[in-house]
């Protein structure tokens, strides 16, 4: 429950002090809560995950650039992906201890709804937002470099191979995963071409070839992540 002294201490923990708490509070409050609040948060936070979601790919992407420019645009792409995806966002929230703060229904909290996964990625990138719209570029900045830094430094390991890189793409925007099937089979039993299709429900689809299924998919996956990046 956020009551003031308990708003008082969030905004401690998160280090950055809210002119107006009421954009706090809005994003802390789930949709299931909407009919209890009276109207006092009329959307819930989705509209600040929305612009939380905008502000957070801004900040990661200027401070790949900052630590890994000299990488190809696919590589901080995939490094990107990796760090704005929900179990990222999780990750940050549990740290954070958000959701003990989070406002829900009562049949929400009976369902453990403080603890899911989806609404404490969806509460993280709504405080994101939360900042950024009360005090701006530069305090949101500085929360998501101070929050996100252990995953900044996990994330020097080689970026993911292209397979990997789809998946975690498709997991983090609540997406199928992605379904490969061969559409095409040429060549000689000893030197076979095998053509592979990966489609992402949602996002859609590319092709592979190679002398192997695993190759082929590999160059699916590599095919359609170059698509999506661009757009």
Known sequence: MSTAAALEGLQERLGYRFADTGVLLEALTHPSVLPEARGDAPHGYQRLEFLGDRVLGLVIAHWLLELHGDEPEGALSRRSTGLVRREALVDVARRIGLGEH??????????????????????????????????????ADAFVRGWWAPLMASSETPPLDAKTAL?????????????????????????????????????????????????????????????????
């Open 102 to 139: 989070v406002r829900l229904s009562q049949a929400e909290r009976q369902q453990g709804g403080r603890a899911k996964q989806a609404i404490l990625a969806d509460v993280a990138e709504a405080l994101v937002g939360a900042i950024f719209r009360d005090g701006g570029l530069a305090p």
């Open 167 to 231: 998946q975690e793409w498709a997991q983090g925007r609540g997406l199928p995963l992605p379904a490969y099937r061969v559409v095409d089979r040429t060549g000689a039993d000893h030197a076979p071409r095998f053509t592979v299709e990966v489609t992402v429900d949602g996002a859609g689809d590319a092709q592979g070839e190679a002398g192997s299924k695993r190759a082929a998919e590999r160059l699916a996956a590599a095919a359609l992540l170059a698509r999506l990046e661009v757009q």
